[in-house]
């Protein structure tokens, strides 16, 4: 199993970037997608799901500025950042879930993280 995930960059405040997670070694359609994101010293924390019935979650911080997509023909998810915070600086991982049939065990795969810097 192979998560990808890229895009990150310098960017100025007010600007926009656009993050890609190209995941292998799963159904890709049978996963659950999400970006999280982790500055140093504190908790990764959810930024936005998209689950495999279609169903997108944001975090209240970045509600009506970012937006999750999918296209499960390409076996990626997209995390589109616009109007850029200096508070948005972290590294953003994508990790991909599934709970397993006949089974209550969720698999989380995570990929390594793609840094997302944004200047005042």
């Known amino acids: 199993v192979q998560l990808q995930a890229s895009g990150g960059g310098l960017v100025p405040a007010g600007g926009s970037l656009r993050l890609s997670c190209a995941a292998s070694?799963?159904?890709?359609?049978?996963?659950?997608m999400h970006w999280y994101r982790q500055t140093p010293g504190k908790q990764r924390e959810l930024v936005a799901a998209?689950?495999?019935?279609?169903?997108?979650t944001y975090a209240d911080s970045v509600k009506g500025r970012f937006t999750i997509s999918r296209d499960n023909s390409k076996n990626t998810v997209y995390l589109q950042m616009n109007s850029l915070k200096p508070e948005d600086t972290a590294t953003y991982y994508c990790?991909?879930?599934?709970?397993?049939?006949?089974?209550?065990?969720?698999?989380?795969?995570w990929g390594q993280g793609t840094l997302v810097t944004v200047s005042s």
């Open positions: 990790k991909a879930s599934r709970v397993l049939p006949s089974s209550t065990y969720v698999a989380n795969y």
């Open positions: 070694g799963i159904i890709f359609s049978a996963n659950d």
């Open positions: 998209f689950t495999s019935g279609g169903t997108t």
